[in-house]
């Protein structure tokens, strides 16, 4: 069960309870790590000729995007039962919004480059640190995924940064695949058709966003009166929300 500024082992409380502290930690060093990556492979890819590599370095900004949400929204549910802001719109369907939308615009730009790549080849792609680099990046969100995968089953802002990190898992295999084929065919041509699928691995992470923005905008908030300071620590949350609808039910049927 779910209690105030206590961590939660139950199921019961997905989406209803508070981060912990080692949950927040260890997001934050995948964000370091997934951060300072991200600006490697850039220009791994910058100077490989690969768009793969570079659109892959988007993906992990996106990763990154996910894990930040994932710790605000930690940070914004624990300053909701501090301090209340009624009339205000919600700070983080605001934030979902904003990251979903430029998921989209991510992925519309490295599509409309990839899809020259596909039209016009590059001449030269160098195949030895292509591979590297995406090597590389699959030992990092394997790490992150192992660092993750169990706090992923309680909470469910870290399991979307999971996810993230599953998909990006799937792209660094794809461009790893599409350097031995440079390397032994000279397939250029596959190195902007893995650019093309990471864009759409974008494009649908920010479907669900978008909707999950649009649930915490609608969601009616508890009055704060309703949460007062002796229950703290020792009430169980799911049971107020209960509570709360029930005698708002009962006050219209009076009515």
């Known amino acids: 069960m779910t209690y105030f500024w206590h961590s939660c082992n139950s199921q ?52 990154a995007g996910a894990i930040l949400l994932a710790l605000s929204a930690s940070w914004l549910m624990r300053l909701a039962f501090v301090r209340r802001l009624p009339g205000k719109p919600r700070l983080d369907a605001i934030a979902a919004f904003l990251n979903s939308l430029a998921l989209i615009l991510m992925a519309g730009l490295i599509a409309t480059e990839a899809i020259q790549h596909l039209i016009e080849p590059p001449q030269q792609i160098l195949s030895g640190p292509m591979f590297v680099t995406a090597a590389l990046g699959l030992a990092i969100n394997a790490i992150g995924i192992v660092m993750l995968h169990e706090d992923s089953k309680n909470n469910l ?42 864009s759409l691995f974008i494009a649908q992470s920010a479907i669900p966003l978008l909707k999950l923005s649009r649930e915490q905008w609608n969601k009616q908030s508890l009055p704060f009166n309703s949460l007062m300071m002796p229950e703290i620590g020792r009430t169980n949350i799911a049971d107020l929300i209960v509570d709360t609808k029930n005698t708002d039910s009962e006050k219209q049927t009076s009515q």
């Open 12 to 63: 019961t409380c997905m989406g209803l309870s508070q981060m912990s502290g080692q949950q927040r930690f260890r997001l934050g060093v995948m964000l370091g790590a997934i951060g300072l990556f991200a600006i490697v492979e850039w220009l791994a890819g910058y100077w490989s000729h690969s768009l793969a590599l570079r659109s892959d370095a988007w993906h992990m900004v996106a990763d």
């Open 157 to 198: 802002n870290v399991r979307g940064a999971f996810l993230h990190m599953l998909a990006d898992l799937v792209s660094s295999v794809g461009i790893m695949f599409a350097a031995l084929a440079i390397y032994l065919f000279q397939c250029f041509w596959l190195d902007g058709a893995i650019g093309l699928l990471i």
